[in-house]
Nanobody
Framework: VQLQASGGGVVQSGGSLRLSCAASGRFPLSHDMAWFRQGPGTEREWIGACGWSGSTIYVADSVKGRFTISRDKAKATVYLQMNSLKPEDAAVYFC???????????????????????WGQGTLVTVSS
């Protein structure tokens, strides 16, 4: 499975961005997906996860109400819609994939970066105040 993240850029505080993560390769739909972010000098932070069918979605409390995750199975793409962006949201955002039903049964599991097998290259989000 190969993951290609895109959609990052520079946005003013309060603005919105939508990130995309396109999956390709063998069995791209058989994986659960997640978004993480990492700012300078910080650990990789889990943002949310989406089941392989798109019907099961989890979002971290830190961004709940502002960020949403969706999945287009036909396009093998997962999206991260980010609204009301704040300067502290600035980071490199990564998408990741794990085999079905290996992470989404527990919050600690789905938020652990080492549980994910495949990673996209990251897309930079900059939020100006």
């Amino acid at each position: 499975v190969q993951l290609q993240a895109s959609g990052g850029g520079v946005v003013q505080s309060g603005g919105s961005l939508r990130l995309s993560c396109a999956a390709s390769g063998r069995f791209p739909l058989s994986h659960d997906m997640a978004w993480f972010r990492q700012g300078p000098g910080t650990e990789r932070e889990w943002i949310g996860a989406c089941g392989w069918s798109g019907s099961t979605i989890y979002v971290a409390d830190s961004v709940k109400g502002r960020f949403t995750i969706s999945r287009d199975k036909a396009k093998a793409t997962v999206y991260l819609q980010m609204n009301s962006l704040k300067p502290e949201d600035a980071a490199v955002y990564f998408c990741a994939a794990a085999p079905r039903r290996t992470v989404l049964f527990d919050t600690n599991e789905m938020s652990s970066p080492w549980k994910y097998t495949y990673w996209g290259q990251g897309t930079l989000v900059t939020v100006s105040s």
